[in-house]
């Protein structure tokens, strides 16, 4: 069992920056693909990065080159920087994590965090 908890959203003006965290339980975190999704008002949850156990990572195009996906095992901890924030990035963000090789699926994640809103102004 894992329980995840992300900190860090907030309102940011666009052209900003921002840094997520995403905490997690259990004594296996390193066993642990993660990810980062996002969810905005009537769309579906799509993933943003992934990160493999070995540190393998995948960006969505939207993201590509402006944000990062890193984890810190010793801390049980995966972050996403954001840099230069769009109004288009709005979204509650989701961290997720599986014990299997990653995905770009929502389906296959086994655990979720309650969430964190970003909210980038024009």
């Known amino acids: 069992q894992v329980q995840l908890a992300e900190s860090g959203g907030g309102l940011v003006q666009a052209g900003g920056s921002l840094s997520l965290s995403c905490a997690a339980s259990g004594r296996t975190f390193s066993n642990y693909a993660m990810g980062w999704f996002r969810q905005a008002p009537g769309k579906e949850r799509d993933i943003v990065a992934g990160i493999s156990w070995s540190g393998s990572t995948y960006y969505a195009d939207p993201v590509r080159g402006r944000f990062t996906i890193s984890r810190e095992n010793a801390k049980n901890t995966v972050y996403l920087r954001m840099n230069r924030l769009k109004p288009e990035d709005t979204a509650v963000y989701y961290c997720?994590?599986?014990?299997?090789?990653?995905?770009?699926?929502?389906?296959?994640?086994?655990?979720w965090g309650q969430g964190t809103q970003v909210t980038v102004s024009s």
């Open positions: 997720a994590a599986r014990d299997r090789g990653s995905s770009y699926y929502a389906a296959d994640y086994d655990y």
